[in-house]
């Protein structure tokens, strides 16, 4: 099992910073790397990921694009396809279905259906995921439209360091990635709790990220908390919610972060599930045909006759994200631990 | 109050139907020679009226008029004749192989091979061509992609350089300037604009050039592409093939009455050419003209090539069910064989017996072709790549579940 990295020295950033640090050393190493989106050049991102990218690189290697995911993705391909690596940005994951065919069709299927004459790597950040009062359209998680396409990388972090290193890692790759930062993490580890100021990362360990090089490998999970009782399987915001609600319900939860949600590190999955015998699966996108189906599946199929109760999902609900009722939608501490509870007794 | 007239839906249909002659004077035709030709590095603006004339240089007796006549060595000529040749050749015993069930489709450029083929000879090595299925011209009229390998393509056989991933013609070869090409119609034109940005982000000298019909015009990725073209002033050639149909869609539905396709790039600050794609040496003319624009950095040019498709839509269409059976015959614009040849013949540089000799020759090379790429199997007797294939090149390095899956298989 991987276990998270004990930062040594590091400065204190937020999820932000890591992540314009994370393109900074990698449009530094590499002239090819190439980052555009809205509003991602001169002003340098609604989220300031990219803030002082085109003042240090020019603005032939950090622009803005006209509001068209598809065009972005499809401009993306044909500079994959002509050697460079570009970095695009949809404003927010929730504007990347006019982008579908360009991502689903082309880049992630170039490879194949040429023999590898042609590629596309490239990296497609998406901030996601709600609790900013973002409504429907500023707020979804859609992860298992990328996870159920053959050809893509599907990645989420959960803390700053991870961020850094799995951006790098992306950049590096020679797979499209589809790279989706949840949002609500970007300022600090945000435990569910809306009612209580949350900490910064400058006050976290995770918070701490060396400036220069390095790297997260991309298709390994961590166990981020271990224990013995009942394995959650969780990413993104999730992860933090999970380890709110275990310590608050006293359950001896491990909790493992998936940080590559495609292809997934099935073997820490399995290993935790087996010596548990539990496992509930959180995450905050709607719930049928999730990526919580797919987890849920896999752990029936290779852990079956060590189960000793059911598989429980705590997911949003099969709702579009509402804006005014939004944490009663949101899947909080307080229902991820009824569901741990549930594990445990049953 | 007055009453107001009852709304109508308009629904665009086409003049001629089975049984029912086309009335081509839909189609504007320019005297050949009367076009102006102005200098590559003229204003988008400035080519309003280009994009609704039509750049003609062959006249009906086969000589070369006006501005737009280029300066083309004879031997180049009797090279693209021969390329025009040759393409027609090919897709008539690939037509004849699909029916033999050697292949299981198949789609022809009958008709429209001066398009292809005369843009490919004003493009350099290095540039990129985003093509649609009825590029076939754009390899053919090359001397170094072997046509047996594009057979094994077309007969997904153990020989296909794209493992019988892809339905027959949709060719990728990079090495020859030709982009992998996607049955989803339309997606290629704004990767051709990135490319084409990358070229220029790099600095370098290579230009782009995309394709589309004029059936897929209507989808947004072409908008999108001109949109990007014209910000970026990306070095690329958009090429609209205007063949009229799009399987049984006039092309009117695809918006092209009343209007030109031409117009849309002038509308968006596109350099704008509407241009007889039948007419061997103005698609040579003008597809330079839009070269030279890309490369001295004036920037993008969209150029609609008005042709006709003269065969079915594929090897799965049946025309006569929705157009009059002699259309193309009655097509103002002719065949680009006929109007090349006589050209060449009229300035006494070829004649009908080297053409038939070349004919000869060609179908000759063809059938040499198809033998030898029959030698690696095809789809008649199942001699196609192995099965576990499929799982290699989804990602670059195989993952795990792929690796279980393939297991799973038994192969």
């Not at chain 2, 490319?195 to 394709?211: E, P």
Request: glycine letters at 8%; one cysteine or more; charged letters at 20%.
């Amino acid at each position: 099992m991987a276990e998270h990295n004990q930062v040594q020295g590091g400065v204190p950033m937020t999820m932000i910073q890591a992540l314009r640090s994370g393109l900074d050393v990698m449009m530094g190493r590499d002239d090819n790397v190439i980052v555009y989106g809205e509003d991602v050049g001169y002003f340098g991102g609604v989220f300031r990921v990219t803030e002082g990218l085109q003042a240090k690189y020019g603005k032939t290697r950090c622009f803005d694009a006209p509001i068209n995911e598809s065009g972005i993705v499809a401009t993306a391909i044909g500079m994959a396809a002509y050697g460079l690596k570009p970095v695009v940005e949809i404003q927010f994951a929730d504007y990347f279905y006019p982008a579908t065919d360009q991502i689903v069709s082309e880049a992630a299927r170039l490879r194949h259906r040429s023999a590898g004459d042609f590629s596309a790597p490239m990296v497609i950040r998406m901030p996601c995921g709600g609790g900013i009062y973002g409504g429907q359209t500023h707020s979804q998680s859609p992860e298992a439209f990328f996870t159920h396409v053959c050809g893509l990388r599907t990645v989420m972090p959960s803390n700053p360091y991870d961020a850094k290193g799995l951006l790098i890692s992306s950049i590096e790759c020679e797979d499209p990635v589809i790279f989706l930062e949840p949002k609500r993490l970007y300022n600090g580890p945000f435990d569910g709790h809306h009612d209580k100021p949350v900490v910064p990362w400058s006050k976290h360990d995770m918070g701490r990220v060396p400036e220069g090089y390095y790297n997260v490998p991309l298709d390994k999970a961590v166990v981020f908390r271990p224990g013995k009782a009942v394995t959650v399987l969780a990413y993104g915001t999730m992860v933090w919610v999970a380890e709110a609600a275990a310590r608050e319900a006293g359950v001896d939860a491990e909790i493992i972060d998936l940080r590559s949600l495609w292809p997934l590190d099935l073997d820490t999955i399995l290993e935790s599930v087996k010596k548990t015998g539990r496992c509930v699966v959180v995450h905050e996108a709607t719930r049928t045909s999730g990526f919580g189906a797919e987890l849920t599946a896999l752990v029936q199929e290779h852990c079956f006759y060590h189960l000793e109760a059911p598989i429980e999902r705590v997911t949003g609900w099969d709702t579009p994200y509402p804006h005014a009722q939004e944490w009663a939608y949101f899947p909080g501490p307080a229902r991820v631990a009824e569901a741990l509870k549930r594990a445990v007794e049953a | 109050m007055t009453p107001h007239t009852a709304l109508r839906l308009h629904v665009p249909e086409p003049t001629g139907r089975p049984g029912c002659k086309t009335d081509f004077s839909y189609l504007s035709v320019s005297p050949a020679g009367s076009v102006r030709r102005p200098p590559p590095d003229t204003a988008p603006a400035d080519t309003a009226d280009l994009a609704t004339s039509l750049v003609r240089v062959l006249d009906d007796d086969g000589k070369a008029q006006g501005p737009w006549a280029p300066a083309m060595h004879p031997e180049r000529m009797r090279r693209g004749l021969r390329a025009m040749m040759k393409t027609r050749i090919f897709d008539a015993r690939m037509l004849l192989a699909q029916r033999q069930k050697k292949l299981s489709f198949y789609m022809q450029c009958l008709g429209e091979e001066a398009i292809a083929v005369a843009h490919s000879m004003a493009l350099q090595d290095g540039d990129m061509c985003f093509p649609t299925y009825r590029q076939q011209g754009l390899l053919l009229a090359r001397d170094d992609v072997s046509m047996a390998e594009m057979i094994c393509q077309l007969m997904s056989n153990e020989a296909d350089p794209i493992k019988g991933r892809q339905l027959p013609v949709m060719y990728s070869y990079k090495r020859a300037g030709f982009f992998s090409i996607s049955g989803n119609l339309g997606t290629q034109v704004p990767q051709a604009v990135g490319w084409a940005m990358a070229s220029a982000i790099k600095g370098d000298t290579k230009i782009a050039s995309a394709w589309i019909g004029d059936g897929s015009t209507a989808e947004s990725d072409f908008h999108t592409a001109l949109t990007f073209a014209h910000v970026y002033r990306a070095p690329v050639i958009i090429n609209v093939v205007n063949n009229q149909w799009a399987i049984s869609t006039f092309q009117a539905i695809a918006g092209g009455e009343g209007t030109t396709f031409a117009q849309r790039g002038v509308g968006v600050g596109i350099a704008s050419l509407r241009v007889d794609g039948n007419d061997f040496l103005a698609v040579y003319a003008a597809s330079q003209w839009a070269a030279e624009r890309a490369r001295s950095n004036c920037g993008p040019t969209l150029i609609e090539w008005e042709t006709y498709r003269a065969g079915p839509h594929s090897t799965s269409d049946d025309p006569s069910k929705y157009r009059p059976a002699d259309d193309w015959q009655r097509f103002p614009l002719g065949d680009p064989i006929e109007r090349l040849k006589q050209h060449l013949i009229v300035i006494g540089e070829w004649s009908e017996a080297q053409h038939e000799a070349a004919h000869k020759e060609l179908e000759a090379e063809v059938m040499a072709a198809q033998k030898e790429a029959e030698r690696h199997g095809s789809l008649l007797d199942g001699r196609v790549p192995s099965a576990a294939t499929m799982f290699d090149d989804v990602y670059k390095d195989m993952p795990e579940h792929l690796r279980r899956q393939r297991q799973q298989m038994g192969v």
